[in-house]
C-alpha cells in the first residue's frame, strides 16, 4: 500500500534556528514527490516537486532533497512567515492523478 | 480571478440534508480534482475529471458522494443525505501541466460542518 509519512507532527523552532523536516514514502515507481505547504484556513500552495534521488531544489530558506526512500525540507534560518504545515505527497503507483498526501509537520517559529 | 474559486466557502448542514460545493478552476486547467481533508490531516484525493471527463472517482467514500464537470470547466461536488462524518473542508485543484510538473493550484476549500 502507498504510504507517506511525515516527522515530526509538530516542530517549534526560535527564528534563525535551522532544522529539517523528513518525508518517508513506500511509492513503487515513484514519479514525483511533492512538497506543498498549507497556511491556517488555505489551501495547499506547491513549492518543489523532485524526481530522482540526489535531486535537490531551493526557493529562498527552504532547500528540498531526495533519496530513494525518503525527502527532507531543510529551513535555514528561519522566519516567524515560514510558519505554516508542510505536506509532502507522491502519485500513487496504482494510477498518476491520484496523490497521496502526508498529514504535515505544523512549523511554528518564534520571533 | 487569477485562483481557483471556491463557494461557498462555509456550509453548516443538518444530517439528512443535501449539500452542493462550487469549484470555478483557472481558466483553460484541463485537470480538476477534489480533495478532502479532515481536521489534522493530509488531504485525501475523491476524484479526478480531465475536461467534462471523470476519470478517477475511486476515493469517494459512499455514493452519497457525487461530482460533475458537465462542460469542462465550474465543477460542482454534491453530497446526498450529510453524515457527522463528512465534516471536512473540501479542496478543489486544477492544473494544467500536472503530470510534468507535479503543480497544482488549490481554492481555498469549502468547510462543511454537519449537525
Known amino acids: 500500500e502507498d504510504q507517506v509519512t511525515q516527522s515530526p507532527e509538530a516542530l517549534r523552532l526560535q527564528e534563525g534556528e535551522s532544522s529539517s523536516l523528513n518525508c518517508s514514502y513506500t511509492?513503487?515507481?515513484?514519479?514525483?514527490l511533492f512538497w506543498y505547504r498549507q497556511d491556517p484556513g488555505k489551501g495547499p500552495e506547491f513549492l518543489f516537486t523532485?524526481?530522482?534521488a540526489g535531486e535537490e531544489k531551493e526557493k529562498e530558506r527552504l532547500k528540498a532533497t531526495l533519496t530513494k526512500k525518503e525527502s527532507f525540507l531543510h529551513i535555514t534560518a528561519p522566519k516567524p512567515e515560514d510558519s505554516a504545515t508542510y505536506l509532502c505527497?507522491?502519485?500513487?503507483?496504482?494510477?498518476?492523478?491520484?496523490?497521496?498526501f502526508g498529514i504535515g509537520t505544523k512549523l511554528q517559529v518564534i520571533p | 480571478g487569477a485562483g481557483v474559486s471556491q463557494s461557498p466557502r462555509y456550509k453548516v448542514a443538518k444530517r439528512g440534508q443535501d449539500v452542493a460545493l462550487r469549484c470555478d478552476p483557472i481558466?483553460?486547467?484541463?485537470?480538476l480534482f477534489w480533495y478532502q481533508q479532515a481536521l489534522g490531516q493530509g488531504p485525501e484525493f475523491l476524484t479526478y475529471?480531465?475536461?467534462?471527463?471523470?476519470?478517477?472517482k475511486s476515493g469517494l467514500p459512499s455514493d452519497r458522494f457525487f461530482a460533475e464537470r458537465p462542460e469542462g470547466s465550474v465543477s460542482t461536488l454534491k453530497i446526498q443525505r450529510t453524515q457527522q462524518e463528512d465534516s471536512a473542508v473540501y479542496l478543489c485543484?486544477?492544473?494544467?501541466?500536472?503530470?510534468?510538473?507535479?503543480?497544482?493550484?488549490f481554492g481555498e476549500g469549502s468547510r462543511l460542518t454537519v449537525l
Open positions: 481558466s483553460g486547467h484541463v485537470s
Open positions: 485543484a486544477s492544473s494544467l501541466a500536472w503530470t510534468s510538473t507535479g503543480e497544482l493550484f
Open positions: 505527497a507522491a502519485p500513487n503507483s496504482g494510477g498518476y492523478q491520484k496523490v497521496t
Open positions: 523532485l524526481y530522482s
Open positions: 511509492v513503487s515507481g515513484l514519479r514525483g
Open positions: 475529471f480531465q475536461n467534462e471527463a471523470q476519470l478517477d
